[in-house]
């Protein structure tokens, strides 16, 4: 099947790189949008968390709802932000990063949300639109074996790429350095 690639499905050629060496059934995904049906159509179960910050998040939510409604093989969460993490975010938005330990907690009960979805995930896809999205890769490791993350060549400050801490057991892969948004990979290595 054949894609529309925009800015916001960019990532599609380097997880046809991904899916033809790895076998993918069952992906996490924080944030939902155009590429979801990508992963629908690729893989056996999909579950798809939006974090709802601000309004049009809650509209993205529903449309995707609406657009993916006769999918059997997906799960949608929606995760709302609350007034605290809501200001998180904008600090963010303004490099003003607060101190992990103030606001993990939240992160965690983002994840928890899928992880408890299912058995296991052999991928997870961060793309959402709040810009906490580094420390959500860091809370992935060694959970997932293989880790995905959109808009890497992009806002380093603002979305945190260099606060990224990459384990000694994982292998960090840019199949697209030069791609305006770019996308990165973590690939777990097993013995």
């Known amino acids: 099947m054949a894609y529309d690639l925009n800015n916001a499905q960019s990532y599609i050629p380097s997880f046809d790189k991904i899916f033809s060496k790895h076998e993918i059934k069952k992906v996490l995904e924080f944030g939902e949008g155009e590429g979801t049906r990508y992963l629908l159509d690729k893989c056996e179960f999909v579950c798809s968390i939006e974090v709802s910050a601000y309004?049009?998040?809650?509209?993205?939510?529903?449309?995707?709802?609406?657009?993916y409604k006769g999918y059997k093989n997906w799960k949608q969460i929606l995760y709302r932000c609350d007034d605290l993490l809501i200001k998180l975010d904008q600090n963010a938005q303004k490099k003003k990063y607060e101190k992990i330990e103030n606001y993990a907690h939240y992160l965690e009960e983002i994840l928890n949300l899928g992880i408890?979805?299912?058995?296991?995930?052999?991928?997870?896809?961060?793309?959402?639109?709040?810009?906490?999205?580094?420390?959500?890769?860091?809370?992935?490791?060694?959970?997932?074996?293989?880790?995905?993350?959109?808009?890497?060549?992009?806002?380093?400050?603002?979305?945190?790429?260099?606060?990224?801490?990459?384990?000694?057991?994982?292998?960090?892969?840019?199949?697209?350095?030069?791609?305006?948004?770019?996308?990165?990979?973590?690939?777990?290595?097993?013995?």
């Open 55 to 67: 309004p049009y998040h809650m509209d993205w939510y529903n449309t995707c709802k609406e657009k």
């Open 116 to 191: 408890s979805s299912s058995d296991g995930y052999d991928l997870a896809f961060v793309d959402y639109g709040i810009h906490l999205r580094a420390d959500m890769v860091n809370l992935l490791f060694n959970k997932v074996d293989i880790i995905a993350a959109h808009d890497t060549n992009v806002g380093k400050e603002l979305y945190g790429w260099d606060r990224i801490s990459v384990p000694m057991n994982y292998t960090e892969i840019d199949f697209n350095p030069g791609e305006y948004l770019g996308t990165k990979f973590w690939i777990r290595q097993h013995d």
